[in-house]
């Protein structure tokens, strides 16, 4: 694979910027998190009980993609199996799935046909590590590296169905690949790319492939990066979590990534129903209301080269420079050591023009609002005269 068509093969996952992760799983019945077989030490026959309960009567996956897109999300990743080996899938070496117990339906078929009904492209997590197997739980017994075959099997089995039987994949999304010697992943690997040539694949199967995935942390990676973000403590349903992130900090958050390249994948974790919990959903709209006006600084927007660190991130895409002002400075919005002609400067969220007064290198809008317009994040357009030149050549 040339670097080129490495590049391209990108380029709408990197214009896309905002997608919907989406833990879901039995462990929503006990709903104290993903890790709950791990963390209470389940009996496995005592944790497959859970999966003859699970028959999720409100799973309708056309609704969690018109929720991520009107969110503003351009793509969504759905766990097919976590770390407990549950899969929503059918799949021919597994008898712990949802088409085998409970909810008797493929719960990942229904996800993809519902995105691909709306033009949403398909991720799908799948977890390598699976908790059943031995060697896996603290708990369970642990020899060489050989102890793992049957789980490593199973995993290139799986991986192998997901990758054959839903059509086209965009993006695989693995995890839990502990420990990290045992799972053939140049194998692997290539059996996805001859299956599914143009899907994109995550660092978690143990190579660095497409992208990063920092975890609850922005840490550019100098190469094509996505932070995974949970939207309030957790990623699986959590009945008692409501310490969800404010609509200010989750924009906030996107515009981090934005500004340095990267992407924010994040996290809601429906219950056993298979509904998005109510405060996810609130906020999901909200970030949706300013996406409609704000949204030009995000989606195919990337970093800037003029920057205002005193105000807050910036972004640009094409010819505009978007300053989302974090730290509102009042009426006057000044800039310093710009090196290009602002020929004009407006709020997207009322259109509001400013007067642009520019002294040499330095730029003051005025007349915008006292406080910040839009309570969760107000953002500035740029537009110049001529090139776009880097204003801060200490910190660009
Ligand atoms: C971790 C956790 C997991 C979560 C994931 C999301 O690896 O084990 O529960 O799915 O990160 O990034």
Redesign the pocket.
């Known amino acids: 694979m040339t670097a080129h068509a490495k590049v391209n093969r990108l380029a709408w996952w990197q214009e896309a910027r905002f997608g919907m992760?989406i833990?879901w799983g039995v462990y929503a019945i006990p709903g104290r998190?993903?890790?709950v077989y791990y963390q209470e030490h389940f009996e496995t026959g005592e944790y497959a009980r859970f999966a003859d309960q699970f028959n999720p009567k409100h799973y309708n996956p056309a609704e969690w993609v018109a929720l991520a897109q009107e969110a503003g999300m351009k793509y969504m990743v759905l766990?097919t199996r976590?770390?407990d080996g549950f899969c929503l899938f059918d799949s021919k070496v597994s008898e712990f799935t949802a088409p085998k117990t409970a909810a008797q339906r493929d719960l990942i078929a229904e996800y993809v046909e519902a995105c691909r009904a709306a033009g949403m492209p398909v991720g799908l997590?799948y977890?390598l590590e699976d908790w059943r197997f031995p060697g896996q739980l603290p708990h369970l017994p642990q020899k060489e590296d050989s102890v793992y075959a049957p789980m490593v099997e199973q995993a290139h089995a799986q991986v192998r169905e997901l990758c054959s039987n839903y059509g086209k994949i965009d993006i695989l999304w693995f995890?839990?690949g502990f420990p990290s010697s045992v799972w053939r992943s140049e194998e692997l690997i290539r059996m996805i790319r001859s299956l599914q040539p143009e899907i994109l694949i995550n660092n978690?199967a143990g190579l660095p492939e497409d992208f990063g995935?920092p975890?609850n942390v922005v840490v550019p990676e100098g190469r094509p990066w996505e932070a995974?973000y949970t939207m309030n403590d957790s990623?699986?349903y959590a009945l008692h979590d409501h310490n969800y992130k404010s609509v200010s900090e989750i924009l906030r958050l996107l515009v981090s990534c934005v500004a340095r390249d990267g992407n924010l994948l994040l996290?809601v974790g429906p219950d056993a129903e298979g509904r998005i919990p109510p405060e996810a959903v609130d906020r999901l709209r909200r970030v949706g209301q300013w996406m409609k006006t704000n949204g030009a600084a995000i989606h195919g927007a990337g970093s800037s080269p003029v920057i205002a660190p005193a105000l807050g991130w910036s972004t640009r895409a094409g010819d505009k420079v978007y300053f989302p002002i974090q730290r509102w400075p009042g009426s006057t919005v000044p800039f310093a050591w710009c090196g290009s002609r602002v020929k004009s400067a407006r709020l997207l969220a009322t259109g509001q023009e400013a007067r642009v007064e520019q002294r040499g290198d330095r730029v003051w809008l005025h007349g915008f609002p006292e406080c910040p317009p839009d309570p969760d994040l107000s953002v500035i357009e740029l537009s110049f005269d001529g090139p776009i030149q880097a204003n801060d050549p200490a910190y660009t």
């Open positions: 992760f833990h998190g993903e890790w766990t976590h770390h997590y977890s995890d839990g978690r995935t975890e995974c990623w699986g996290n």
